[in-house]
């Protein structure tokens, strides 16, 4: 049996922080204030958890705002966060773009109320010049889904001849993932103290290390980023190799 010493494969930054934002509803609970304002407080964390990326010179940072599976919520929350949404593109842009913010979606975008599809469109196309910080917001999005979309588009490159199916690669199903153009997350976070993926990221997580802290996430801001990072350093990265 080979014996794996402790030191640290990879001992770099994460490239690449992933969160599931979980807890609003539950923060606005214990306060006795409806699940919608835990949404708005979550909407503050947002803003803190960029601002603290930027700071700690984390490039990529990506956030589940909302999945294909949460359109089962209530129409009220739903109308809510949508109007959520619409706020903060309209109200952030101006900061985000200033602070060299390039903003991004994944997700079945024409899935969405078409005001949103538009300030969408306008946050990508008025920071796509910037490169402090990629910031990925997952919008109606589902990781089998997103599979199954890149099976689909393979498939029917197949039908016509264009690709063999021995041809079929790693490398090629990546490239017909929405996360097409980034790295894979080297750190998933998931806030609330529930220990699940919920159909985030299924594919890109294969060699990602799981974070799972008892912080609901309006309470999310620099100092709970930081302490997500010494835990990350502390980890030994092997990709299953065995460490030096
Ligand atoms: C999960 O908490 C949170 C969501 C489904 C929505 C996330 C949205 C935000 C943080 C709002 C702002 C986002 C952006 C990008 C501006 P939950 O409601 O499931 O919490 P619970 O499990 O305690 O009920």
């Not at 997700?107 to 920071?127: N, R, Y």
Request: net charge negative; with cysteine; proline share 4%.
């Amino acid at each position: 049996m080979e014996i794996v010493p402790s030191s640290k494969l990879v001992p770099e930054d994460p490239a690449h922080i992933a969160i599931i934002m979980d807890g609003n509803g539950r923060w606005a609970t214990k306060r006795s204030l409806s699940r919608l304002k835990g949404h708005e407080h979550g909407a503050t964390a947002v803003r803190e958890t960029v601002k603290g990326c930027l700071e700690l010179g984390i490039p990529y940072l990506t956030l589940f705002a909302f999945s294909s599976e949460n359109w089962k919520r209530p129409e009220e929350e739903v109308n809510h966060l949508m109007g959520l949404f619409k706020f903060f593109f309209k109200k952030e842009l101006k900061e985000l773009k200033k602070a060299g913010v390039r903003v991004r979606f994944i997700g079945d975008m024409a899935g969405l109320p078409l005001d949103i599809q538009e300030l969408a469109s306008l946050a990508v196309e008025e920071t796509a010049g910037n490169a402090a910080l990629v910031l990925t917001i997952a919008l109606n999005y589902g990781s089998q889904a997103e599979i199954t979309k890149a099976v689909q588009e393979i498939a029917v490159k197949v039908k016509s001849g264009e690709v063999c199916p021995e041809d079929i690669t790693e490398d090629m199903i990546n490239r017909h993932l929405y996360t097409c153009d980034l790295p894979d997350p080297d750190l998933i976070i998931r806030t609330s103290g529930e220990q699940r993926l919920s159909n985030f990221l299924l594919w890109q997580c294969a060699y990602s290390e799981f974070l799972f802290l008892d912080v609901l996430w309006p309470d999310f801001d620099k100092s709970c980023l930081e302490k997500a990072l010494e835990d990350f350093y502390g980890r030994n990265r092997r990709f299953g190799a065995v460490s030096a």
